[in-house]
């Protein structure tokens, strides 16, 4: 009987703790909900403009939104020279509501009509819920106004075939070392490739990939070394020295076979395919090509025979461990003289949460551009480098043409075209 | 039975949702059938509309390259510069929002008809960037086929547009060589959307593409996805890539159309159509199924017949059912009559027989035994007893067939309540003595002797009452009567109360409840043997109501049962006149106490000097004292039944010891049949029994003191009846003789007929007077007395034809008596006869007649 008393006491005390500590979970998820805060039966077309021949990520993502305001109607439109055309478009009869923009476009007067027709969304008044995107790539302009929000965001790495490391019996890489004797332990069971990358032209060129998240460490704490390298010094290129040489390095140490490499065409399709083929263990690429994986499964004969298991991971040039180059990809701007500026910023508003993004950005198959990265398993990786080891560019504050001339002068010594020496002394005067 | 019942229930029910089943099957079919004919038509006339749109398209698109053509070969024939060109079509153009750019292809740069956006005169317009003129091997001679690009952005003014395109040459103003130029006649798409959409409402949601041969879009609806139709189809449909292969060739080289699945996943129907005078182009139209598959009128159209039928089926059947509940009530009340019926017919079979046995049995003794007078008087006195006992089954049954039948009619006539009650008891007395029950009958207040109702029907309620409280009593078991009469509400009426209690079997309250019910009986294991009809009750409650009064019962079971009936019942015209005695002194002796009090209220009323003794020794010591006083009593009347010494012991005692020759009187409510030679022996002088009537005492005294009553008996003086001559028709000889020999009692002259024709023959013949009546049997041969009585109910003579006629027959049911009135008769009488009620009967003619 008292053993009976004791049970029902401790159940009725948990019961209580149990409610207790589920209550402010529950406020809170439903707090996070989103909550329409216009006439739910509001009628419009929200304009999109973009330079993707298509966007079925966001069309996927304003059918979540239409849950809310089902008579809203989104309209992509993709806009030829985006970059060129986006000002006039702007200032057109075919004005879009929200837009695609990048933040390089700061500061030149080129790009000048994108910025201003852009919204102020670090404007409280929107609501938009900032925190839940990595503050690494929310970036403000000069007067800290914040013209755009990146929806995505990109970084450098290699895609590892998980069934070959299992088979092997094999981890997958978090430093320079291990990278090393993974690359080695692979030749000797047979593996003609153990990393492979695009490697026919500069950009996004397996060198690119491999040392441009590398080089950017070197230089991250010197405010000095970016001075100089941003004005071109030619004095400035041995900043780059470091990285090139582990480049060098890094070809010889894990046997790259270049002429292998050159057999792959272009940066995308054709890296996705040769890794399809299910040799290589790894396989170099950019965020950008990570997200044609999905839809290529089905157009590899190899891959279909025999799938594998395959994710996404920084390629670790350090004896410290990988670093993660932490880069925006799209960014969405709202167009200030929108006629529909309510409904945009309800979307954006809608948006910008950590679940819409991370659902938006797993459709598109890019990384997603908030905090947490565990929403999708392909970019995992990522979310579990240390917070002193994501570096971005943009923050860092190198120029694109600086960063054109490390991606010049890595395309030029890895592939043997120049030695570390003459790249060195070639600051400022590589051209594309 | 009960389950080939379920099955047959489960059949019909089965049968009746199959017929349903298969009229919702057909309608459904049938439904199915026209929605599909229906869809089939609305796709028809989808593909139809797609092709029409496709024909308006190919006007449109055919027109504005005319347009371009026109431009291109004025150009090419004037041989102009890029700046002349433009300027022509400047000076040409005069749509509004359409623009026409003209592009050397070596440079792809050239000049718009409209400034830049935002500006009033830059005019230099740049494809370099567009990917759109890199290669214009697409672009064919002018006239040939309509050249139109892709949708793109209007470099000048960032708006999606179309361009239709001709190859033209321009004059290079430098080096006068010609160059390969592009001319675009600009226009933006959404001046063709607000024209290109389908016309009619119903196609509301419908969408147009248009595609190129790869299956890239060359215009674009909002419901289409990706960049390439092909992609599209491929993306939602999945499907292996031969099919689609061969789908895809379909689609863009003939007119037709597939179901697909879109964005939404939900089903829809693309229509194609080649674009006419274009190089490979199709027209898309894509539209939701659902839009052409209206089913909504069918689905209510069945919803309707469902609804409707299972309304029809579930009230079918539940009629069905509330009318098998009634028929299954029915059948058991009938098979609950049939089964109390035939409880009865074996009763009856049984109560006929025991008597029977007792006619027949006693019979034969009397037979043997015609030497012994005694002996055969006893035989044919319980003969008779049996007959009498029969003839009250068989009136019994009469009686609750003219119950249910509604024709139980009053006879009133004037009679005594005295005459009714001594007969009462002289009825039960036999049953009393041999259950030796303790009976009690006590009268109060019997002032009114004559009164004036039907006077058979009053006694049978009395000794149905009665006879069921002996016969629901056990042996040495009580039962009282109470009978007084009180003033009525009624004017003219008497009320009397007759309650009897006994301390029977008693009856449950659920008996109670059906106990007025024809042929019910009280069950009890004590009271098996008891016989009866089950019809007493049921015919003394109808009798009770027919007469206005109240019959009310409680009872006990175990304890017992009282019966109360209220009846106000007219007080005769005639009364005894003033009763009064000489001065006599009466000694009344009984252990009884209100016996005593009721004697001697009555006697005192009577104008007696009473004195009372409670038992036989005080009395002896009272008319010991009186005698040695010389103030003899002049009557003393003893109960029989005392205590200490009993009424015979206290008379011969008196006679002895004191030896006087007081008149005494024997008192008993039992039958003093078995003591009357012991009464005489020991010196009583007469009897009188219980209860004491006023006009009873009056009479018994003054016929013991010596002085004739003035009694009048109006119904035992049958002078009236003599020298009456009766025609009798009956067929049969014994019956003939007894009614002949009954009638011959009362002084009644008969004649016989031996049939109806005989009867009628003889009343023809018959001189006026010849007969007070005939009494008519109803069967008889050559022609039977319904047949007789309607012959001389014709008869000319008017005397003859209204001679009363009184049916003498065994057929005694209600319907038998109603044929008897309706062929003409006046009475009816059943067999066997009661000679009181055919002398009644005749009286009652014979008053009619006067």
Same mark, same amino acid.
């Given at each position: 009987m008292k053993m009976k008393k004791a049970i029902s006491l401790i159940l009725s005390a948990a019961m209580v703790l149990g409610m207790a500590s589920c209550s402010p979970a529950k406020q809170k998820t439903e707090d996070k909900a989103f909550k329409p805060a216009l006439d739910t039966s509001t009628s419009c077309d929200i304009k999109i403009a973009g330079g993707y021949d298509n966007f079925e990520a966001l069309e996927t993502e304003f059918e979540r939104f239409n849950a809310y305001y089902p008579n809203a109607k989104l309209v992509y439109t993709k806009i030829d020279d985006y970059n060129n055309m986006i000002g006039t478009v702007l200032n057109g009869n075919d004005a879009p509501d929200i837009y695609f923009n990048y933040s390089w476009m700061y500061g030149r007067d080129k790009y000048k009509s994108s910025i201003d027709h852009a919204e102020n969304l670090a404007d409280p008044a929107l609501k938009l819920d900032l925190n839940c995107i990595r503050s690494n790539i929310i970036l403000k302009t000069s007067d800290g106004t914040l013209p755009m929000v990146p929806v995505f965001s990109n970084t450098y790495g290699m895609l590892v075939n998980q069934n070959l490391f299992e088979k092997e019996g094999l981890k997958v890489p978090t430093t320079y070392q291990e990278l090393v004797k993974v690359c080695n332990a692979f030749r000797e069971k047979g593996y003609e490739n153990p990393i492979m990358g695009f490697t026919?032209?500069?950009?996004?060129?397996l060198f690119t990939l491999t040392i441009y998240p590398y080089f950017f460490s070197t230089i991250a704490k010197d405010a000095g070394a970016v001075e100089k390298l941003n004005s071109m010094d030619a004095s400035a290129g041995e900043y780059m020295r470091p990285s090139l040489e582990k480049i060098k390095q890094f070809t010889t140490d894990c046997s790259v076979d270049l002429k292998s490499c050159d057999?792959?065409? +272009? +940066?995308?399709e054709a890296v996705i395919l040769r890794f399809f083929k299910g040799d290589v263990p790894m396989m170099t690429c950019s965020g950008d090509t990570v997200s044609g994986t999905k839809k290529r499964e089905s157009r590899s004969e190899e891959f279909i025979a025999n799938s594998f298991k395959y994710t996404f991971v920084p390629v670790p040039m350090s004896d410290d461990g990988a670093v993660f180059a932490d880069m925006a990809n799209l960014q969405f701007s709202v167009n200030k003289d929108s006629k529909n500026l309510k409904m945009a910023n309800e979307f954006m508003r809608f948006l910008i949460t950590q679940r819409e993004l991370s659902e938006m950005a797993q459709n598109k198959g890019l990384m997603s551009p908030t905090k947490d990265l565990s929403f999708n398993s392909m970019y995992a990786a990522f979310g579990k480098v240390p917070e002193s080891r994501i570096l971005s560019p943009e923050v860092i504050g190198v120029s694109d043409d600086a960063v054109v001339q490390l991606r010049q002068a890595g395309f030029r010594v890895g592939t043997g075209k120049m030695t570390v020496d003459e790249a060195v002394a070639s600051y400022g005067k590589l051209e594309q | 039975m009960e389950s080939s019942k379920s099955l047959k229930r489960f059949i019909i029910i089965f049968i009746n949702v199959v017929i349903m089943t298969g009229i919702l099957v057909f309608v459904v079919l049938y439904s199915g059938f026209k929605n599909r004919d229906s869809y089939r038509r609305q796709i028809e006339h989808f593909e139809n509309t797609t092709v029409t749109m496709e024909q308006v398209t190919a006007n449109y698109l055919e027109g504005e390259q005319r347009i371009c053509d026109v431009w291109a070969r004025y150009i090419n024939g004037k041989k102009m510069t890029v700046n002349e060109a433009a300027e022509y079509i400047r000076a040409s153009h005069v749509l509004e929002n359409t623009s026409a750019h003209v592009v050397l292809l070596d440079s792809l740069t050239g000049l718009s008809t409209r400034p830049k956006l935002g500006t009033a005169d830059e005019y230099a317009v740049s494809y370099d960037r567009l990917n759109l003129l890199n290669d214009v091997k697409w672009v064919n001679e002018i006239g040939k086929s309509i050249n139109i690009t892709r949708a793109y952005t209007n470099p000048m003014n960032g708006e999606q547009s179309l361009a239709f395109c001709n190859k033209i040459t321009l004059i290079d103003?430098?080096?006068?060589s010609e160059k390969a130029a592009v001319l675009l006649r600009v226009i933006p798409i959404s001046e063709l959307e607000k024209k290109w959409v389908f016309p009619q409402t119903e196609l509301v949601n419908a969408e147009l593409s248009m595609i190129d041969s790869n299956g890239d879009y060359i215009l674009k609806g909002y419901g289409f996805k990706n960049s390439s139709f092909f992609e599209f189809y491929k993306s939602y449909n999945p499907t292996d890539p031969e099919s689609s292969n061969k789908l895809f060739e379909k689609i863009t080289s003939s007119t037709g159309s597939v179901t697909m699945t879109d964005s939404h996943e939900q089903e829809c129907i693309l229509a194609f159509t080649p674009v006419s005078a274009t190089d490979g182009w199709t027209m898309l139209g894509l539209v939701p199924a659902k839009d052409l598959n209206v089913k909504s009128g069918d689905r209510a159209l069945v919803a309707v017949i469902s609804t409707g039928l299972l309304i029809l089926f579930l009230s079918d059947l539940v009629y069905v059912l509330y009318f098998n509940k009634r028929l299954k009530i029915a059948a058991r009340r009938a098979e609950s009559a049939n089964k109390a019926k035939t409880d009865f017919l074996s009763t009856m079979s049984h109560d006929i027989r025991t008597p029977m046995n007792a006619i027949i049995g006693l019979t034969a003794i009397a037979e043997k035994n015609t030497a012994d007078e005694e002996s055969t008087k006893e035989s044919l006195r319980k003969i008779s007893l049996a007959g009498n006992h029969l003839l009250t089954l068989i009136n019994d049954i009469l009686d609750i067939s003219k119950v249910e039948s509604g024709k139980l009619k009053l006879s009133p006539l004037t009679f005594s309540i005295v005459e009714t009650v001594e007969n009462l008891v002289n009825i039960s007395q036999p049953m009393i003595k041999e259950k030796n029950i303790e009976f009690s009958f006590h009268i109060n207040q019997i002032e009114t002797e004559y009164l004036y109702t039907d006077q058979l029907r009053l006694n049978q309620i009395y000794i149905n009452i009665l006879s069921n409280a002996i016969k629901y009593t056990e042996p040495g078991g009580k039962v009282s009567v109470d009978l007084r009469e009180e003033k009525s509400d009624v004017p003219g009426c008497v009320r009397l109360t007759y309650v009897v209690s006994d301390t029977g079997i008693g009856m449950t309250p659920e008996f109670m409840e059906n106990m007025y019910k024809p042929f019910s009986r009280q069950v009890d294991s004590r009271v098996n043997s008891i016989q009866g009809t089950g019809l007493g009750l049921a015919i003394t409650k109808q009798m009770v109501e027919l007469i206005g009064g109240t019959i009310d019962c409680q009872s006990e079971q175990g304890k017992g049962t009282t019966f109360t009936v209220v009846l106000d019942i007219t007080a005769a015209d005639r009364q005894r006149d003033d009763m009064q005695l000489d001065p006599v002194d009466v000694l009344v002796v009984d252990d009884d106490e209100t016996m005593l009090a009721t004697a001697a209220d009555t006697l005192s009323s009577l104008g007696a000097t009473v004195e009372q003794a409670r038992g036989g020794l005080e009395a002896l010591g009272m008319i010991e004292h009186r005698h040695q006083s010389g103030r003899d009593y002049n009557v003393i009347i003893i109960d029989w039944k005392m205590p200490d010494i009993d009424g015979l012991e206290t008379i011969r005692r008196i006679r002895s010891e004191i030896e006087t020759k007081i008149p005494i009187l024997l008192v008993s409510a039992y039958d003093w049949s078995d003591i009357e030679d012991k009464a005489k022996a020991a010196g009583a002088n007469g009897f009188v029994s219980k209860p004491l009537f006023k006009s009873t005492l009056y009479d018994k005294i003054n016929a013991l003191i010596g002085k004739e009553s003035a009694s009048v008996e109006p119904e035992d003086d049958y002078s009236d009846l003599k020298g009456l001559n009766i025609l009798v028709a009956e067929d049969n000889d014994i019956n003939w003789e007894i009614i002949s020999a009954m009638l011959s009692m009362f002084g009644i002259t008969t004649e016989r007929a031996e049939n109806g024709r005989i009867c009628v023959d003889m009343m023809k013949a018959a001189e006026k007077g010849s007969y007070a009546l005939i009494f008519m049997d109803?069967? #008889?041969?050559? #022609?039977?007395g319904l047949d007789a009585t309607r012959a001389i109910r014709k008869l000319e003579d008017p005397w003859a034809s209204s001679i009363p006629i009184v049916a003498m027959t065994a057929d005694a049911f209600s319907e038998n008596v109603m044929a008897c009135l309706d062929a003409g008769m006046n009475g009816h009488i059943a067999k066997p006869v009661d000679i009181k009620l055919v002398i009644k009967e005749i009286r009652r003619i014979k008053e009619d007649r006067v």
């Open positions: 026919k032209k500069e950009t996004t060129s057999e792959i065409k +272009n +940066n995308y | 103003k430098e080096s006068g109803v069967q #008889m041969p050559e #022609m039977n």
